[in-house]
């Protein structure tokens, strides 16, 4: 099937306000034209180097999303027009996006990555890590980054019980923090989890942002 025809077959498996997040990393420019054509805006990278280069060639209405890890010394290549930054996760490199949005009088919207999964390896803050960054001075000072909510990443597994459990965690973190530290935030409103082989659990568990990307592209050959 092609990319215009698989769109359509998710969106439609999917709530209206779910956002789906199309990851094009490892994709040629013709493929994502081709999900552009069919009307498609949202479009997710994760390195730096390719997000600003297929962002120099490709239509400017396109929202990037950087989706994976991000290294401090790289947020100044994205800082003027990044749509939305996924793996935010530490104070060090918020206060470094922070600083990179004020040379272009930006406020750019970021999402906090969380340790769901019981795998070692995963990047993200835990609970505890969470409470001490948002409590910080340093953060409250901060006026071009906004918090919109949170990201995670299940552990890559068959069971789809433990995947539940790790998004269900996620969810439960952010009604927390909803209620906390951003009970008077509107903005805080964002779930970024489920990909292509979860993400259908992920929105039962109250994930309002997909990133798909192989369903969409077909499989990726590194
Ligand atoms: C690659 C990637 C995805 C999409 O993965 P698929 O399994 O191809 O849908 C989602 N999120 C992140 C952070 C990724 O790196």
Known sequence: MGIAENLKTIRKSIPGKVTLVAVSKTKPDEAIMEAYEAGHRDFG??????????QERLPDDIRWHMIGHLQSNKVKYLASFVHMLHGVDSLKLLEIINKEAEKYERVIDCLLQVRIAREETKFGLTEGDLKELLGSDAFREMKNVRIRGLM???????????IREEFRLLKRIFESLKATAFDKQDWFDQLSCGMSGDYDLAIEEGSNMVRIGSLIFGLRNY
């Open 45 to 54: 990278e994760n390195k730096v180097q390719d997000l600003v280069a297929k």
């Open 152 to 162: 995670g990443m299940a552990t890559y597994t068959e069971n789809s019980e433990q």
